[in-house]
């Protein structure tokens, strides 16, 4: 997978609209068959009715046909028997028959000849006139001899060839007629029952057609919403897969693309190193993001995406893992080294300042690396190696790389299970103040306490810092922990002489922590403390890593009343430049130099020097560590005036003090008025 630039508006989801279009096409599809089908029906049924009317009308004209053919017969038969009749009796009677049957059977010709095809009939007419009119004249010349009353001669006209002949034409001639008739009417029938049955096809094959048609109609729909559907189904997996804010993948995309590569990096080359995880976290990215805020923040996460694909080349994965946490998956075979390389990359690019405006950021980045199939075979496994190195890299110092080594393992789960246990442990109030006296070199009395912490820990006994600071520390459960302590400090107070202040220890975490003297003000307001009482011990790595943030928070516990100590001086940066530009109180010279003041010359000297530049600015200076009245002696003589030490005495609970503070004003009695004097008598 490779980077993927943010969605840009457009439907992002197979929204409402597609469905419905679906629907609405289908809808359209059926009514449109429906129609087709009602259309279709009406067009079969008039057909049907049509045709049947026609070929009813047909039949019946067929039939007629035949009874038309049977009556000629008959009244031919009848006329030939009344002219015989006619001669044989010479009655009028039979001539007037002849006639009525004459006319009878030129009217069954009529119809025959409307029955058969125009020139049959025409044709029939031609034919027959000659003879028709040669009968007729012969009828009349017969008439007229009957009326004469020679019967005899009418009798020879109708009995004669002549008449015997015509009659015969005219016989020949109407059967032909009448079979012209039948055979019309019959060709006529079959040609309707045959239009009829194309008909009824034709609509079938419409029907057919139209339903094809609709068919087609409505899967091309289909497809086209399909194909929409489809399209909404792929962009809504990127989506679930990318990162919104930086276009990268997210931890659900990251895992499926190393599913794959890992699949095409087994099959490739087998047993080799081929992938390197790096998981890449920025340092310095949360006071930025608090003190900036979340835009600032996202822009900066949005670079540092478009640092990382520079580093990068096209077919390495990048994602988003977490917050501020990247993950790069690196195809290693191009070489060995190139993951460490690439990590060298990363850093260097990331270090470099981010302008927004106006605004310029430094952040900085970690990397731990994981490698496949070395450090391990599954996604989930790498990942949480790389993480594992990222861990030791930080711990390392800021913008370091580090390889996963398996012994890390261990000591990871043990921090896991400090952690929880430091968690659980705070809850449980079993995080207890021990308080080492600070006390005047010149007279020895006690000008106020530090508070330490201490762990009573269930199983583990009496802990001391050395043992658990430190993951507190880096799990960001530091802040919760000073809370509960200063909290149980502040009740121990009511207990302790009223001019004695307490100092304690701010990590340097804590001073990204915006609320951070609020919060300390709430719990001695709380506890009816006056801020006055309280001392806040900073370090240098305090400083350095936020100066900005540091010289707010100092001004801040200045400002509600509290003083600034800075703790373990000469240890770290050392830089002068902090003191002059930033008003604390105190300075605490590191017990390091205390230890070494009697033996080392350049001790001494430092020490030296430091007494001396806090003097000129006006600041006091504390010495920590102080074992021997040698180098308590030594202290005095250089001008230091507060000192802390197991000389003076070892971080005890409260009821030691107090106790002590008892005992002193029991013997000393009466007290003296300064509290120093029952200080120097307790120790
Ligand atoms: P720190 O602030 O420098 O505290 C002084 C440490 O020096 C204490 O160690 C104290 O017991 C020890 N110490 C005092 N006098 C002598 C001496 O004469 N000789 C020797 N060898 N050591 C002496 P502790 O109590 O073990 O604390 C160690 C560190 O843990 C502290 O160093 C401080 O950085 C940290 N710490 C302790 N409590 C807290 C806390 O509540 N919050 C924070 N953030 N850090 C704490
Ligand atoms: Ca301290
Ligand atoms: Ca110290």
Redesign the pocket.
Known sequence: MHPRSAPQGGTLMPNVSIVEQTMRQARRSVALTLAGAAVLTALLLAERLWSSHTIAAAADRHAMAHRVAADLRVTEQQLLQAAQAAGLTGERSWIDRYDRLVTEHNGVIEHASLLAPQAVTQRYRAKTEAAAAEIARMRASALDALNSGDHVAAKGLFDGERYGRNAQLLREANEELTRASQRATYEELVVLRQRSLYATAGVLLLALGMGFGLWRRLSRGLDHSRGTLREAEVRIQRLASSDLLTGLDNRAGLHDAMHARMARASAATAGTDTLAVLMVDLDRFKPVNDRNGHMVGDLVLKEVARRLSLCLRQSDLRARYGGDEFVVVVDEREGPGSAEKTAARIIERLAEPMSFGDLTVAIGASVGIARFPADAVSSDELLRKADSALYRAKQAGRGTVCLYDPRQDEVLSERHNLEQAIREGIAAGQFVP?Y?PIVGLDRRNVISL????RWRHPERGLL???KF?AVA?ASGL?GP??FA?LRAACQDMGRLPPTWRIS????PQQIQNEELVPQLLSIVREAGVPPERLDV?L?ETALVNDTARARQVILGLKKAGMTVTL??FGTGYSSLAYLAEMTFDKIKID?SFVHTLTERPESAKIVDAIIGLSRSLGVETVA????TELQAAMLHRLGCRLA????FG??VPVKELSDRVALARNTMAPLPAAHGDVGSRII
Do not use: H, K, W
Request: a negative charge; one cysteine or more.
């Open positions: 021990y080492q530090e508070l330490l912490c001391t810092p050395d600071i520390e530091i922990l000073t302590l304690f220890n701010v990590a011990e370090t703790d373990d017990r920590e560590g102080v074992e802390q030490g197991y000389l070892r971080p």
